[in-house]
């Protein structure tokens, strides 16, 4: 079936620096696309979402990158600090097609070097 | 706001057991829904509710059960433990068509 998945499951980066964190999607009818950050031991935490009627979604220190032409999902973490080192997931639904569930990929860790 | 809730954080049951594990959210959601977390994976969805009475089948319901009597409750019921059912299970809820928040999670362990 189609899903969600990450061209990266590891990424280092210096603290300070910028980090960007990618993720492929299959399922063409996919029209809204979350980023979720996951800390050690707790539950999946909202950071931002995107609709495919946008190309870019700028929040505080963040932003996601919508690509529908290579089904392609980027999320940009500036100045990276300590407290951003987490895994990363992705989620996609086709709620324009009816559906309210959201299929996950795998995640990526982001570990920030002091 | 507690947002969402799950009790217990941690549990170990021998294969064949039973056990419920609680979801409660205080945001008046209409949806919830269950996930379980294998290690090093992505959420897999469990089953799903649209409203109190109402709930469905997700990508992997076999040895589980759900019921929604209330908004606010969403219990998970797991009949006879399977070594396979080891995971972290995560409850979420939302608004109708909107972003889904999640709880805590409880971390169980078949044995």
């Known amino acids: 079936g189609e899903s969600v998945g990450l061209h990266l499951p590891t990424l280092s980066v210096q603290e300070g620096d910028n980090s960007i964190i990618n993720c492929a999607y299959s399922?063409?009818?996919?029209?809204?696309f979350i980023w979720y950050k996951q800390e050690s031991g707790k539950g999946p935490q909202f950071i931002i979402d995107?609709?495919?009627?946008?190309d870019k979604r700028q929040g505080q220190r963040v932003t996601v990158l919508l690509n529908k032409t290579v089904k392609h999902l980027s999320l940009q973490i500036a100045a990276t600090q300590p407290g951003d080192s987490a895994v990363y997931f992705c989620a996609e639904s086709a709620r324009g097609a009816g559906s309210y569930q959201l299929t996950f990929g795998k995640g990526t860790k982001l570990s920030v070097i002091p | 706001n507690a947002g969402v809730t799950q009790t217990p954080k941690f549990r170990i049951l021998k294969i064949g057991q039973s056990m419920t594990l609680q979801c409660t959210q205080d945001m008046n959601h209409n949806y919830m829904y269950w996930y379980r977390q294998d290690p090093g994976m992505g959420l897999k969805l469990i089953y799903y509710s649209v409203g109190a009475g109402i709930t469905d089948k997700g990508e992997v319901p076999n040895g589980y059960n759900v019921s929604r009597s209330t908004t606010e409750d969403f219990p998970l019921r797991l009949e006879l433990a399977a070594p396979s059912q080891t995971s972290v299970y995560f409850c979420?809820?939302?608004?109708?068509?909107?972003?889904?928040?999640f709880g805590p999670g409880t971390r169980l362990t078949v044995l």
């Open positions: 995107i609709r495919s009627n946008m």
């Open positions: 979420a809820s939302s608004k109708p068509w909107e972003t889904q928040y």
């Open positions: 399922n063409s009818a996919s029209d809204y």
